[in-house]
């Protein structure tokens, strides 16, 4: 562990780890509670194919 | 003669027209009858008659006329009032499943099913379901950014889904650099949506792919019980990762701790991130501050 993203990135893990007053990994709400996907992302720069995908 | 027999009587005469080819009339008639039973509210008979008759088109190849029978049918579910059910969505599968992607009404056929199920069903967005089988099909018809949508709003299966075409349509790409742009999808797109599970299903799936086919450097941080892969060339990614355990944190301070140790790798994801603020972290999303507005409610004593 080196670098300082390295470092920076061990330090807010166990940070954030620490708390549990959070939501569990398993999280997930119940798609009739959602009203609202919000902002919509760019598109990408890259085309997709869809013929060049072998099936 | 009981409807069964009449039903049964119907559909041998329209099979015998399909069999010889003569497309046209099997459809007059088999619109003809089908009329007949929601004219006299036998919606159940109604709907059994189109149903056989598009999947008859469809196996005929015959796309325009099966199509518009879908129409009908959808036509009929909406006079009948038919609820978003198990049955009732489970009868529009096969005949989405058997659609030519080509189809060219495609995604007509599939707004259609869908606005369905949001009038009759729980979900504002439609049924989760319906949702997996219509992003399947739009991803084989290449239709990319609908197929993610409905994916993203689907059923646990979807994410596999996803993973495959935002994978595939990576390596299209040809460009190993723009793996975060391709991995920011889902994670977003999920956190969005209140979906912690499945950005963490998208984070091991689509990251695993990466590392087996690019031999990229990295290597793996466990601490109480979360893991993520590190990076070494790929701030993006580990960004996104720490992004997902922080939402589950709900701390604020900790977002603004991530988001100022990345600050200007991420400026791409401001409105996303503003978005997590404000649904995560309970933070306001900051409205351009208009002074003179605010100086005149302030002579008027406004607020």
Known sequence: MSTPEKDFINKFVA???LQHSGLPSDTKKPLQDVTNLGVALPALRYKYNHKRVKR | MSSNTKLTKTLARFQARIEVGDFYEAHQTLRTIANRYVRSKHYGDA????VEGVQAFLSAKQGGSATDLIFYLLEVYDTAEVQVSDVSVARLVPLLANLDPEEPNLKDVVT?????TIKFGPCKYGDPYLHSVIGSKLAVGGYVYEAERYFVLGTNDSVDKYVSLLWEWFLQAGDKKAVGEFFARPVFNYLFIGNIQNAYAVKDKFLKKFIDWSSVQCEKVDKNGFEMWYFEDYADLNFLQLLILTCQTKNADLFKNL???YSGSIDQYS????YLGQEFFGMKIQKPVNFMQDIMSGLLGGK
């Open chain 2, 271 to 274: 409105s996303q991130l503003e």
């Open chain 2, 112 to 116: 259609g099913m869908n606005n369905w």
């Open chain 2, 47 to 50: 709907i059994d008659l189109i």
């Open chain 2, 259 to 261: 988001k100022s140790h």
């Open chain 1, 15 to 17: 940070l954030a780890t």
